[in-house]
């Protein structure tokens, strides 16, 4: 349980650098950006696995890359789910899934991983 609030306060911080530097998405209130960490940490972890395992072969041949736009098909699935985070269009969903993943990438760096 811990380790998942902890993940949605990273997820959020990394919603909130993206909504400062990416145009096209925005939230209303603190809450509606807690409230989009929070969906975004279920939908990752019920939706995104079988959109992985769905879409693995054009993620094969584009060398990873797709993984972008799965990515950020589970932000946008996010900000229809929630009115206060809006996210406009593919771009800004493929902007958003870069920079939440940069700050969760620098975050698991100082955090470390105790599943040892």
Do not use: E, K, Y
């Amino acid at each position: 349980m811990l380790r998942f609030i902890v993940q949605a306060v990273v997820t959020a911080i990394g919603l909130w650098l993206s909504a400062r530097i990416v145009p096209g998405v925005d939230f209303t209130s603190t809450g509606s950006l807690i409230a989009a960490a929070v969906i975004l940490g279920l939908v990752n972890a019920f939706v995104r696995p079988i959109l992985v395992v769905l879409t693995f072969p054009i993620t094969v041949l584009t060398l990873g890359l797709f993984l972008l736009v799965v990515n950020a098909a589970m932000i946008g699935l996010t900000s229809m789910f929630l009115g206060g985070f809006t996210v406009a269009g593919l771009w800004a969903g493929i902007g958003a899934a870069i920079v939440t993943g940069v700050v969760s990438w620098i975050a698991g760096a100082f955090i470390g991983d105790d599943r040892r």
